[in-house]
């Protein structure tokens, strides 16, 4: 249970980081609450996977795996370049997330 937690706060800081993008500097009023209501939300299932799981796990799991997932968002819908350096990036930052999900 607590990895499907860790999974719905990655997903909602996904959802949250694109809005707090979309928010414009907090001038538009949408994003912007949905990014503070997103992001407390967050944290709430962020805290439920830590009851069970190490803090070290779900902080590089939540951190690294919504990083990657808000490169995609950010090319795929906010139409954001990536270079070939950031895609290295990305591949050395999951094998790390892989290794420390199963020590």
Do not use: D, H
Not at 26 to 50: H, I, M, N
Not at 56 to 71: D, E
Not at 83 to 100: Q, V, W
Request: overall charge positive.
């Amino acid at each position: 249970m607590a990895y499907l937690f860790l999974f719905v706060a990655i997903l909602l800081e996904v959802f949250s980081s694109t809005q707090l993008k979309l928010s414009q500097g907090f001038r538009k009023f949408w994003p912007s609450l949905f990014t503070l209501v997103g992001y407390s939300v967050t944290f709430y299932f962020l805290a439920l996977s830590l009851k069970t799981l190490s803090m070290g796990v779900v902080f590089a799991t939540w951190s690294g795996i919504g990083t990657a997932l808000t490169v995609f968002v950010a090319i795929l819908f906010l139409k954001e370049k990536i270079t070939l350096r950031s895609i290295a990036g990305l591949c050395i930052l999951l094998f790390g997330i892989i290794l420390l999900n199963f020590r």
